[in-house]
């Protein structure tokens, strides 16, 4: 068996070839590190090229501040990551390589070209002038030990000893890039805790026959709300950031007299009806509490297809129509922000006829239209899963890291980046724009 001092060295060893890896390795060789990227796929950067429906949405239109507020809370932790790489830097360092970029109505920040690999080929451009060695299909098999000298690691192909080691291998979300969640099991062997990590950004689904008849239809601009029902309110479990081991059980809340149903999120935004239920911005933002929930199947989801119309606002709308219009049938009415076959689902789900005239709706029958495009809802079945998921929430507590080095409190030599981290954001680039700081910042630092 080979000692340390027979094996390769390695100043730094960065293991994941995304996002937070490709500038944590090119930093690092470029302030004179030995560095090594190892990548068990065939090809870097496969979750760029598959973002944005391969257009890689690379950053938001907003300052570090915006990135910061996106995130809430757990986003004071990108104080220092921002600092060394924000929104505009980013922005700057791609369209250095050549690749223009551009700002969409949704403040999400595009190449010009529509192509992610234009993105990747920026970075991997960056990484080529440097010295750091980037190996393929070689995937880290085991860290073997914690030396003083440094973490001996056990790949696919060797032993080599790492004196730094950067873990950016993203969480558990799109599998079938590679993020499988080895890093987690790595981070843990040496003595990190985690939580547990979960879905987020990622489709809806329900049993509902005319939310899945619907396949295809956009609401441009709609309000969800996740609404737990009373008799089946927990603690609020899913947005504690603590490891499991210090995780209570869920226990039920009893239901007492003029309890009304817990909110859990409201988000707004565009929304897609698909087969297996909802999808779209709004749906994907407000996933991660239904995922995060240990009864996902118990939540109902309440729509408003006009949030920017008051419900009495809506009635009066109505009935006016009725006294100037009465010949018009019901459906024409709707706002022509409500597509044709929406408005005639809700329609039915208003239990009212289509073909009536709009003379003919009742006060009640008003109020239950109203009722239909500001308050429909259908109970939950859960999310689509990791497979179809965008981010994984969960992860490495921030806790245990150093936010302004990106180093391990608990291990030193080790730093930790990217997805890996219990820090998801909304939809919009947030995540790709941390993801790329928090590489960048333990580049500077490993």
Not at 162 to 167: D, Q, S
Not at 218 to 225: E, G, M, N, S, W
Not at 348 to 358: I, R
Not at 373 to 389: E, M, N
Request: aromatic share 4%; proline share 7%.
């Amino acid at each position: 068996m080979p000692t340390p001092e027979d094996l390769p060295h390695w100043d730094v060893v960065v293991v994941g070839a995304g996002a937070a890896g490709l500038v944590a390795a090119e930093r690092a060789a470029s302030r004179g590190r030995r560095t090594l990227l190892l990548e068990k796929n065939r090809r870097p950067g496969i979750k760029i090229l598959m973002s944005g429906g391969t257009r890689c949405n690379l950053t938001h239109a907003t300052n570090a501040r915006g990135i910061v507020e996106a995130y809430g809370p757990p986003g004071r932790f990108l104080h220092s990551a921002l600092a060394a790489l924000g929104p505009q830097d980013l922005v700057a360092l791609v369209e250095g390589e050549g690749v223009k970029t551009k700002v969409e109505e949704t403040g999400k920040i595009f190449p010009v070209s529509n192509r992610a690999t234009d993105i990747l080929a920026a970075f991997l451009a960056r990484l080529s002038r440097t010295t750091c060695e980037l190996t393929l299909e070689e995937p880290l098999v085991q860290i073997a030990s914690r030396e003083s000298g440094g973490f001996q690691l056990v790949t696919a192909k060797r032993t080599l000893l790492a004196h730094h080691l950067v873990i950016t291998t993203g969480g558990q979300s799109y599998p079938g890039s590679g993020t499988t969640g080895d890093g987690y099991r790595w981070a843990t062997a040496l003595g990190h805790t985690l939580i547990p990590p979960r879905p987020a950004l990622v489709p809806l689904t329900t049993s509902a026959i005319w939310v899945q008849s619907l396949k295809g239809v956009t609401v441009p601009d709609a309000q969800l709300r996740v609404v737990e029902p009373v008799a089946n309110q927990r603690e609020p479990v899913a947005n504690q950031r603590e490891p499991v081991a210090n995780r209570p059980e869920p226990v039920a809340c009893e239901a007492q007299p003029g309890d009304k149903p817990r909110v859990l999120d409201t988000r707004r935004g565009s929304l897609l009806f698909a087969h297996f239920g909802l999808t779209g911005p709004v749906a994907l933002d407000i996933s991660r509490v239904v995922s995060g929930h240990p009864q996902p199947n118990s939540l109902r989801l309440e729509f408003d297809f006009l949030p920017g119309v008051k419900a009495e606002a809506l009635e009066e709308t109505l009935k006016s129509a009725a006294s100037t219009a009465g010949k018009r049938q019901v459906l024409t009415l709707f706002p022509g922000e409500v597509p044709n076959r929406l408005a005639e689902a809700l329609m039915q789900q208003a239990g009212l006829d289509g073909q009536q005239k709009a003379a003919e709706l009742s006060k009640a029958g008003r109020a239950a239209l109203v009722r239909a495009i500001k308050q429909t809802s259908i109970a939950l079945t859960g999310t689509r899963g990791f497979g179809k998921a965008e981010v994984t929430a969960g992860g490495i507590p921030l806790a245990e890291v150093d936010s302004r080095t990106m180093q391990s409190r608990v291990v030193p030599g080790l730093f930790l980046a990217g997805e890996v981290l219990d820090l998801d954001g909304p939809i919009g680039g947030f995540n790709f724009q941390a993801a790329f700081s928090t590489g960048w910042l333990a580049g500077l630092n490993a």
